[in-house]
């Protein structure tokens, strides 16, 4: 399928969102849950994969969806269409702080490997995929890197990071060492291996999982400094762990009810 060529413009700072402009006949598709707002002009259809396969028949399409479900997105993707006489609006809203990429796949060969969340809106036509990791260490302790989008094209593609994001250009035989959650993409030409971390006591005490993404280049890689997997742990880890919620001096109120039920039904005595 022949891709649309599309402006856009990235606003915002921490929160962005990607506004993408439409000429007459154009579209965009978008992850689900993804869109923030659009003219009056665009429609809306809901397609069953990635919306590049509609032309390879039901089975065609039943593989698209079936990659995309392998990694961890829904079933269904939207295709937003101008169907107007001039030219039309529609944005797409990052899913948590970080910052929106344009990936320009003419420029980077045509195909790009990204973590399996990190896809959020393109042009019409960018097909998405699955990239598995072909070495037996990566699939057991690839946690994140095991299993990643494959976005293929020669579109315009958007994709999403976490906190603050780092482009490195690696030399031929240039090694970098990443956590594992912390690579957001890299192109094709650059080799993802898993490696243990080296020593029992760093594995064990050093916080920093078992593991390391190794990355051999020529190629690029984007890294992001909060996975989303990090700012979920950190989230649950201070959440309420027994239901209810805390409020301002529900430590001192908890502690004192505490104290109280125990002593009545203790007795008072200490043991």
């Not at 259809?45 to 065609?60: I, K, N, R």
């Not at 829904?74 to 609006?89: D, E, V």
């Not at 060969?109 to 969340?117: A, E, F, V």
């Not at 990791?133 to 690839?142: I, S």
Request: one cysteine or more; a negative charge; aromatic letters at 8%.
């Amino acid at each position: 399928m022949a891709m649309d060529v599309i402006d856009y413009d990235i606003r915002g700072a921490e929160m962005q969102f990607v506004e993408v402009e439409l000429d007459p006949g154009e579209a965009a598709i978008g992850e689900a849950g993804s869109l923030m707002f659009m003219d009056g002009g665009i429609t809306m259809d809901t397609v069953f994969g990635d919306g590049s396969a509609q032309q390879g028949g039901f089975f065609g399409k039943l593989l698209g969806a079936g990659k995309r479900l392998v990694t961890g997105e829904s079933l269904f993707t939207t295709i937003y269409t101008n169907q107007a006489q001039a030219k039309q609006r529609v944005a797409f809203a990052a899913p948590y702080p970080g910052k929106i990429l344009p990936m320009d796949l003419r420029q980077l060969g045509g195909t790009l490997i990204c973590q399996k969340d990190a896809f959020l809106c393109a042009a019409r036509g960018v097909s998405l995929g699955i990239a598995l990791q072909q070495k037996l260490g990566v699939g057991f302790f690839g946690g994140e890197g095991f299993i990643m989008q494959k976005l293929e094209g020669d579109g315009l593609a958007f994709v999403h990071a976490g906190g603050t994001v780092v482009k490195r250009e690696l030399a031929a035989g240039q090694v970098l060492m990443i956590d594992t959650g912390c690579v957001v993409a890299y192109t094709p030409t650059v080799n993802f291996e898993i490696q243990y971390v080296g020593k029992i006591k760093t594995a064990l005490f050093g916080g920093e999982g078992l593991f390391f993404a190794k990355m051999t280049g020529p190629g690029t890689v984007w890294l992001q400094s909060l996975p989303f997997s990090r700012l979920a742990s950190r989230v649950f880890a201070a959440a309420p762990q027994r239901g209810g919620s805390r409020e301002e001096g529900s430590v001192l109120t908890g502690v004192a009810a505490g104290g109280l039920l125990g002593g009545l039904l203790g007795g008072g005595d200490d043991e």
